[in-house]
C-alpha cells in the first residue's frame, strides 16, 4: 500500500464523542482525508450537505453515516441524500452499531454504498478505514463534481 496521505474530503455524521474521535484517529493512521467534517445530528447534516451544493468543490468525496442519530435519524439522512441529483453520487457508506437486518435491509433500499457494523476497537476500525481508502480511491471510479 502506498505510505502517501491520500487528499479526500470525509463527511462523517456521527453523535457519539468517542466514535467521532475513533474515526478521526483511525483516518489519521490510514494517512486518509486532508477535510474532515462532523455532522452531530441529521438536521445538521443535511443543513452542511445543502450548503456544500452551492459550490460543488466542498462537497464530499465520500459520507460516513451512523443511523442512530438525534433530531433526524440517519435513515431519513440517507433517503434524502439519495433523493437528491446531486448528492445522490456521493458514496454513502453506512457506518453503525446496528446489526438489526432490517436497518441493513432499509439501508440497501435506500441505496447505500455499504453497510458496515462500527467495531468497538481502534485497530479494527483501522483495518475498516483502510479498506475503504483503498476501494474507494485506489479501485473504484467516482464521478467528477460538476
Known sequence: MNNEFLMAKIFLV?????DIRLVEESLKECKFANQLSVARD???A???LLNAKKNTETLP???LLDLNLPKKDGREVLEEIK?????CKIPVIVLTSSKIEAD???SYTNHANCYIVKPVDLQSLITIVNSIKDFWFSIVRLPEKN
Do not use: A, S, T
Open 46 to 48: 443535511m443543513i452542511m
Open 14 to 18: 456521527e453523535d457519539n464523542k468517542g
Open 42 to 44: 441529521g438536521e445538521e
Open 104 to 106: 441493513v435491509h432499509h
Open 83 to 87: 433523493k437528491d441529483p446531486i448528492l
Open 61 to 63: 468525496d465520500i459520507i
